[in-house]
């Protein structure tokens, strides 16, 4: 289905627009706004966001959520000109018209659009105006597949402006990101080389899993470093006591 055409006259289901310092990946450490979509069915066994699963009405027109982000990036010449859209599983055809519409909204207005893809789909009227992908390559412990096929389509056509991500939770995890590491780097003509980060387990406000950690990073040496390991800092940085000095 083209969504070129697509005229928004329905509302956005939005579950939160906010400003916070980019917890994971490569862009790690940016502060930037987050526009979190309401609504996925992919159903990760460990999501750390099930609050975002139900899909509701949408509750946003898309004026009031360009005010909110404009209001969040401040005054100028102190803006934050980031925006992270997220979910959910702001791919899901219900929600893709939405995207396309507040993506295109916010590039005339300057934003460095990010989208975190749920590695289920990817839908070039969307990506073709984002300026980041972040497409997540699920591995067993997630109880969800990614199609390889679709990390090779994203490296063929937007691997200047992509990473991958894969949540490792066992050695299991470890040695199946590796194999379709392994498997996509044998069928790409030149080298794949988009960033593909691996990061630990474990849940919003509990300690960083050291021991994890560790192992994921000795694995990933021994295997030939193919990965990049970086932790997801916002899970214990965005803790109830946030903002004490
Ligand atoms: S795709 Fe994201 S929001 Fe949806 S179930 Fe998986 S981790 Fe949760």
């Known amino acids: 289905m083209r969504y070129k055409k697509a005229i928004m006259t329905s509302k956005l289901a939005i579950n939160a627009i906010y400003m916070a310092t980019e917890g994971e990946g490569i862009h790690i450490g ?3 706004i987050f526009v979190r979509f309401q609504g996925c069915n992919i159903g990760c066994i460990n999501c750390d966001s ?8 949408g509750n946003m027109n898309l004026d009031a959520v360009v005010a909110r982000v404009e209001e969040l990036a ?16 702001p791919l899901h055809p219900k929600h893709v ?17 990010n989208l975190e893809a749920a590695g289920t ?29 679709l990390i090779i389509k994203l490296w063929e056509q937007y691997r200047n402006k992509a990473q991958i991500k894969s ?31 691996l990061t630990p387990c474990y849940e919003p406000g509990d300690e ?15 295997y030939g470093a193919p990965f990049r390991v970086i932790l997801q800092q916002h899970k214990v940085m965005y803790t109830s006591d946030f903002g004490d000095f």
């Not at 379709?180 to 960033?195: G, L, N, W």
């Not at 994890?212 to 990933?220: F, G």
């Open 167 to 197: 949540v490792i939770a066992t050695r299991h995890d470890f040695e199946a990101a590796f194999d379709a590491y392994q498997a996509i780097s044998e069928q790409t003509e030149h080298k794949f080389d988009t960033p593909w980060v």
């Open 97 to 113: 018209p939405a995207v396309l519409e507040l993506s295109r909204a916010l590039k005339k207005r300057g934003y460095f659009l």
């Open 121 to 149: 789909r990817i839908v070039h009227e969307i990506f073709d105006v984002l300026d980041f992908i972040s497409f997540d390559f699920k591995t067993p412990s997630t109880g969800v597949k990614t199609n390889q096929k």
């Open 74 to 89: 401040g005054e100028y010449p102190m803006r934050v000109k980031r925006v992270s859209i997220t979910g959910g599983d």
């Open 50 to 57: 099930k609050d975002t699963w139900e899909f509701t009405d």
């Open 208 to 222: 960083l899993p050291k021991t994890l950690s560790q192992s994921i990073v000795e694995l990933n040496h021994t």
């Open 30 to 32: 940016t502060p930037q």
